[in-house]
């Protein structure tokens, strides 16, 4: 709701214009006031208005804001232009004598409709300042070395910078940071009654009423001699007519006469034809959730409360800006009437990225442009596969490569999930999606990476198929977490357990934090494990099929919630069970964890040359010694003189010798 802390500052007319003697403006840089070159209003402000009225280049001015963005992007990049009033307004601490002009990057909705406009340390006043030639004043200097010096040329970002700053040209108020030249300053407003703090938010008036059919109809009763009240409780709820005939004019209920009327009490009422944005009720509907059955209120607060708030919210960023703001206030709403105990509505928040994909399309004749569905283009390609073009399969038309952009019907360039499910299958499609990308940045679309993600799934398939027999035999001894006993006496199996159970828990640690690719990627570590761990000729009950068995009860348990159909039939065939929803969420095994040796690198002058496996708690004089009686590393120090052994503990050893 874009909260800011500043100060409201009032600056002295000249003569009193609009009902204004006076004009306040807000400002979160109270510290930059001695650099105050001049004062801009919005288009919108009664000052502006009033001087409209007898003055034709104002007017047109005004009109002509009115028809710009005001979306915050737009008006930071725009063209800045505005328009010298001819008043002027006295800076309330020197005295002096600023122009008041109306700028078209002023909003009227933001603190009062008017700036204090500082160019030195505001970019939008800067290239404001530059167009119409208006002073830069310099009052704050860096304290940092490699900072350039204040040019009032170019613009710097350090010139609006709050911290590593020091306050110059301003007098009294001289050599303070950021913090001690704001409470200096806007003490001194204060003790002239010209100013005091204040904190502001852009928050704007929430228009809830829709002139059209679909949408809760407004409660409200409109009343013959004006005025209008709520609909009594026993007369809720007010539900929309089903007779209606659409004629795309106007809304049905606007036109239905029969429907408006009611009565209250004897006496004729009309219903209210505006229907709620339907925000009114997507903000509140996870609350309702908890208990749509209740039919005594708007909650039940004792179901409510057990499940709120919401663990885990997902949506787009351009959709869950608005949605959020909104919940929130319903939310707190609804604690204030005692009907939630909690302060938030969500504990989390994911905005998943977008698609993209491949963009293909031609010129039309009348200069527009032809998008084509990647699905009908074939792909020109040299003989390193670099692409030289595109063909419409169909037409044969040369097309043009638009390169990746969003999927949208306006690119036609979407891909219907259904013909690549029908073509590689639920799970891969699944697989690849949460493989491909973090859910939070945009994700390519690509075949190739979708046939990668079968090849996976085909892998896991045909091992399980492989060593049915092997693994169902061995399932039955392990214990209730679905482990097996600690491996003692084989290095080489516990090393291959302890890759398994590594790969399990960083995996179940991102899945906390919603990192599915790197989750993917721990299950196929899983398995590259597990194929070594149980030799193609292994046919007998030993430690290594229970390993294997262990680690693909926790593989399937941990890839099911991405590829449930896989996961489940294998669960079944296997005899881990004969639901894998209701078996346990895979666990760590921590003795799988504990290695009595590790495998380090040697290197000689920086280039791998061995490699060897040590005890954990093997001191660095016995890891030297070991590395330099390698067979391999005797070859190239021979003859030589070791300057140096370099040990990182659990990782290298690294010989320097000449």
């Excluded at 350039?148 to 709050?162: E, L, T």
């Excluded at 009595?596 to 016995?622: T, Y």
């Amino acid at each position: 709701i874009g909260k800011s802390v500043g100060a409201k500052i009032r600056f002295p007319m000249a003569s009193e214009i609009a009902g204004f003697n006076e004009l306040e403006v807000y400002t979160t840089r109270p510290d930059t006031l001695m650099g105050a070159s001049y004062v801009s209003l919005a288009a919108e402000h009664p000052i502006a208005l009033a001087l409209a009225e007898n003055n034709a280049e104002v007017a047109t001015f005004i009109a002509q804001c009115k028809k710009q963005s005001v979306a915050e992007a737009d008006m930071a990049t725009m063209e800045k232009k505005g328009i010298d009033t001819g008043l002027v307004v006295e800076h309330p601490l020197n005295g002096r004598r600023l122009p008041l002009w109306i700028a078209n990057y002023v909003l009227m909705d933001y603190g009062s409709g008017a700036v204090m406009a500082v160019p030195a340390h505001d970019e939008r006043d800067f290239a404001f300042a530059h167009v119409y030639d208006l002073p830069i004043e310099q009052v704050v200097a860096s304290n940092r070395s490699d900072d350039a010096a204040f040019n009032p040329a170019q613009w710097q970002d350090w010139y609006a910078r709050k911290t590593e700053t020091v306050s110059v040209n301003c007098g009294e108020f001289n050599n303070l940071d950021f913090a001690g030249c704001r409470d200096a300053i806007t003490a001194a407003l204060e003790a002239k009654n010209a100013g005091e703090a204040s904190t502001n938010y852009r928050l704007r008036d929430w228009g809830v009423s829709r002139q059209r059919y679909w949408g809760a109809p407004i409660p409200m009763f409109n009343l013959p001699d004006g005025g209008e009240i709520p609909v009594p409780a026993s007369k809720l709820p007010v539900l929309l007519p089903e007779d209606v005939v659409m004629d795309g004019v106007q809304s049905p209920i606007k036109a239905d006469a029969a429907w408006r009327k009611a009565n209250l009490n004897g006496e004729a009422v009309e219903r209210e034809t505006d229907t709620f944005d339907t925000f009114m009720e997507s903000s509140w509907y996870y609350a309702r959730f908890t208990c749509p059955d209740y039919s005594e209120g708007i909650l039940d607060s004792e179901r409510a409360n057990y499940w709120l708030p919401v663990d885990q919210y997902v949506g787009g960023i351009e959709h869950a800006i608005l949605h959020l703001l909104y919940a929130r206030f319903f939310h707190k709403l609804l604690r204030d009437d005692g009907h939630l105990s909690s302060n938030e509505p969500f504990k989390r928040l994911l905005c998943q990225g977008m698609v993209l994909a491949e963009s293909y399309y031609k010129k039309r004749e009348d200069g527009g442009t032809e998008w084509f569905n990647p699905a009908e283009v074939e792909l020109e390609s040299d003989e390193r596969g670099r692409a030289l073009g595109a063909r419409h399969i169909p037409s044969g038309a040369k097309l043009e490569v638009g390169g990746m952009t969003k999927m949208s019907k306006s690119k036609n360039n979407g891909v219907d999930p259904q013909t690549t499910i029908d073509r590689y299958g639920a799970d891969t499609v699944r697989v690849f999606t949460m493989f491909a990308a973090p859910p939070e940045q945009t994700l390519e679309w690509n075949d190739d990476g979708v046939a990668g993600a079968q090849r996976f799934l085909k892998r896991l398939w045909t091992f399980c198929q492989q060593h049915g027999d092997v693994l169902r035999s061995a399932a039955s001894s392990l214990n209730d977490a679905g482990h097996c006993q600690a491996i003692e006496g084989d290095t080489a199996l516990a090393a291959k357990r302890h890759e398994i159970h590594s790969a399990l828990e960083k995996a179940l640690l991102d899945f906390e934090r919603n990192q599915f690719n790197t989750v993917i990627a721990a299950c196929m570590t899983m398995l590259n494990a597990i194929y070594k761990s149980l030799p193609d000729e292994a046919r007998e009950k030993t430690r290594a099929q229970c390993v294997a068995a262990e680690g693909i009860g926790l593989l399937l348990r941990l890839l099911a919630p991405v590829a449930p159909h896989i996961c489940h039939t294998l669960w079944r065939e296997l005899d881990f069970g004969d639901n894998i929803l209701d078996a346990s969420w895979p666990t760590v095994a921590s003795d799988a964890l504990q290695q009595s040796s590790v495998e380090l690198v040697v290197q000689v002058n920086g280039k791998l040359r061995a490699k060897l496996q040590v005890a954990v708690d093997a001191d660095k004089q016995s890891i030297e010694a070991q590395a330099q009686a390698e067979e391999n590393v005797q070859k190239f120090i021979a003859g030589k003189t070791v300057r140096k052994v370099i040990v990182v503990p659990g990782k290298l050893v690294n010989i320097v010798a000449n």
